[in-house]
């Protein structure tokens, strides 16, 4: 069951999703936001699925968004690029939606939005390798879509710091900030970090798992379309502006 | 008592009354509210709250609610500290908050109008005010999006302050450092970085952490039910008895 940008195996209750744009670390471009999609909808008819692991194929996470889908000059398209952060909200509900506790293993960088998606998922794991963030303002950009993902996550106080600093951080320091919930040491270990959460949920029965997660979501907001379309709306806004386009005109230049 | 300046597009608010670790008298905090709205219409790229002396702030100088005005006072002081919490978030810049020693009573709630804290260790925070009749209600809108519903409620109740590493780790504070010179190096560091970055970007993520984690009402009602004790038997005695054992 693959496409060509995202990839669904289902293994008994242990399903894997990866984000397979290698070349481009993963950067979230429409085309890879619909595969996602799609494989988020073939796991919404999945029955017995408990816990679904979320991934990226060679060394990246998630780079963030496609440069060139957000360069309006490069693109064409001026509603491509609220289309795109439009589509990564939407994802994030869907995620939020499932039943199935959904696992972050971030192989590598997660950036951007890329970092959102970790934080979307229910249980994020890194390695102390791995480079974490949200550089958004360092371009000039608003991380709107993903603020409230992290808000959730890490709390009001904290998220406010991280996002208004920029930058990026390793998984040893986003561990200490909440961003992650495990840390392994080395890229080597990673693998024997997530299978032993993997295992342990897989463990736990499919009902309780499923109802615990709905009680979370509504705890705390998670299901809120309104303001995750504002997010996107804004987020796109703010891309437009001709100091955030010259900045990242610059960007793909490089 | 206050002093503002504008330097290299860094707006620099300092508390300047060290001989009484900067306790904030009504025209102090009067004047801290003001250049905090002033910010509004400010183009600096970031301001930087830092105070003189060995003490960040620590609270408001209850001399001045000493006899019959007393509760009129006190009703201002809660006033322009809430205006000033919440002048500080809706600017559109961050705020760095540079707490080099104690920041207690409403010098801890000032925090509450902060994007980063940087602290040095000898640093401590707290609400030491039940034991006057004063509720610290004021701060908690702001204070449990810092720390967390658990710890808000244990730091309002509880008057003993907690140390530097504790608020650290509680998220009250986003960077430790060695020693007050650090912390003042390290929150000037943290202002240039902010400073270089383009602006309208900063400004719109900051309005929009604003809109969706506003307390809305319950600002107002805070600030409210700090207001309600003023007038009480309670508060008067308290007060009373505080200022025998400090000026018999």
Not at chain 1, 160 to 188: K, N, P, Q, Y
Not at chain 2, 35 to 64: I, K, T
Request: proline share 5%.
């Amino acid at each position: 069951m693959t496409t060509d940008h995202a990839t669904l195996t289902i293994d008994g209750p242990v399903a894997r999703l990866a984000l397979n744009r290698p070349e481009q670390r993963n950067a979230l471009s429409v085309e890879l936001l619909d595969g996602l999609h799609a494989r988020v909808e073939e796991l919404e008819a999945a029955p017995g699925v408990k816990v679904t692991v979320v991934t990226g194929a060679g060394r990246a996470f998630c780079a963030g968004m496609d440069l060139k889908q957000v360069v309006i000059a490069e693109s064409g398209d001026p509603e491509l690029p609220h289309r795109l952060l439009s589509s990564l909200g939407r994802l994030t509900l869907r995620l939020r939606a499932l039943p199935s506790v959904v696992v972050a293993r971030v192989n590598g960088a997660a950036i951007g939005g890329g970092c959102g998606l970790a934080c979307v998922c229910d249980i994020a794991v890194t390695h102390g390798d791995a480079k974490l963030g949200f550089p958004e303002v360092d371009l000039g950009l608003c991380p709107a879509v993903v603020a409230p993902v992290l808000v959730r996550k890490i709390g009001p106080g904290q998220a406010r710091r991280v996002l208004l600093s920029g930058g990026v951080m390793d998984g040893h320091h986003a561990h200490t900030l909440g961003i992650v919930d495990e840390v392994s040491d080395s890229r080597e270990s990673l693998d024997e970090t997530t299978d032993a959460i993997v295992g342990r949920l897989a463990a736990g029965g499919a009902d309780a798992l499923a109802a615990t997660k709905s009680l979370v979501n509504r705890l705390d907001g998670s299901l809120d379309a309104s303001v995750v379309e504002r997010g996107a709306r804004l987020s796109a806004d703010v891309l437009a502006t001709a100091e955030a386009q010259a900045i990242l005109a610059a960007r793909l230049e490089k | 008592m206050i002093e503002c300046l504008t330097r290299d597009s860094i707006c620099e608010i300092t508390l300047n009354r060290p001989e009484k670790r900067n306790a904030l008298t009504p025209e102090m905090l009067a004047e801290l509210a003001s250049h905090a709205e002033a910010l509004a219409r400010s183009e600096a790229h970031a301001a930087v709250v830092a105070a003189e002396g060995p003490a960040f702030c620590a609270g408001f100088d209850l001399s001045y609610c000493r006899g019959p005005e007393g509760p009129r006072v006190m009703r201002a002081f809660l006033a322009d500290l809430s205006r000033t919490i919440v002048a500080f978030r809706a600017a559109p810049m961050p705020i760095v908050m540079t707490v080099q020693g104690p920041a207690l009573a409403g010098g801890c709630a000032l925090l509450g109008g902060a994007d980063v804290v940087v602290a040095s260790r000898n640093a401590t925070f707290g609400y030491p005010v039940v034991r006057l009749g004063v509720s610290p209600a004021v701060s908690a809108p702001f204070l449990r999006q810092s720390v967390g519903d658990g710890p808000c409620r244990a730091r309002l109740l509880d008057p003993g302050p907690i140390d530097a590493e504790r608020a650290h780790d509680l998220g009250l504070v986003h960077e430790l450092c060695e020693d007050a010179a650090q912390a003042e190096a390290k929150a000037d560091a943290i202002a240039r970085a902010l400073w270089a970055k383009p602006r309208g970007g900063i400004a719109a993520t900051k309005r929009w952490l604003n809109e969706f984690t506003d307390p809305g009402d319950t600002a107002a009602a805070a600030l409210d039910v700090s207001t309600s004790l003023t007038d009480g038997d309670e508060t008067r005695a308290m007060l009373e008895a505080f200022f025998q054992t400090r000026d018999p």
